[in-house]
Nanobody, 116 residues
Framework: QVQLVESGGGLVQAGGSLRLSCAASGRTISGSAMVWFRQAPGKEREFVAGINWSGSTTTYTDSVKGRFTISRDNAKNTVYLQMNSLKLEDTAVYYC?????????WGQGTQVTVSS
């Protein structure tokens, strides 16, 4: 069983930055692709960024390219999402997901609120 715990969310002004963390326990993340999703009020959960097991490949949704950076530290069993130049539309609950073969595990989410 894998437990994922997100942290680092909060209230920030537009143009500001936050760094989210997703800490795993119960199993190493070193063999797992990790993904960040977000869900805004009244909207479906959407893909934000993904990173392969080694960190050599990353992908982003178009709306965050150039502003967000996903990274991982397998030694710390943690994945990060550095969010810069935040916009009002980035307001959402952010979730991380780890995939181990056919099984996926989700964290409980962390709230990010961007104010004007």
């Amino acid at each position: 069983q894998v437990q994922l715990v997100e942290s680092g969310g909060g209230l920030v002004q537009a143009g500001g930055s936050l760094r989210l963390s997703c800490a795993a326990s119960g199993r190493t993340i070193s063999g797992s692709a990790m993904v960040w999703f977000r869900q805004a009020p009244g909207k479906e959960r959407e893909f934000v960024a993904g990173i392969n097991w080694s960190g050599s490949t990353t992908t982003y949704t178009d709306s965050v390219k150039g502003r967000f950076t996903i990274s991982r530290d397998n030694a710390k069993n943690t994945v990060y999402l550095q969010m810069n130049s935040l916009k009002l539309e980035d307001t959402a609950v952010y979730y991380c997901r780890g995939t181990y073969g056919p099984a996926s595990y989700w964290g409980q989410g962390t709230q990010v609120t961007v104010s004007s």
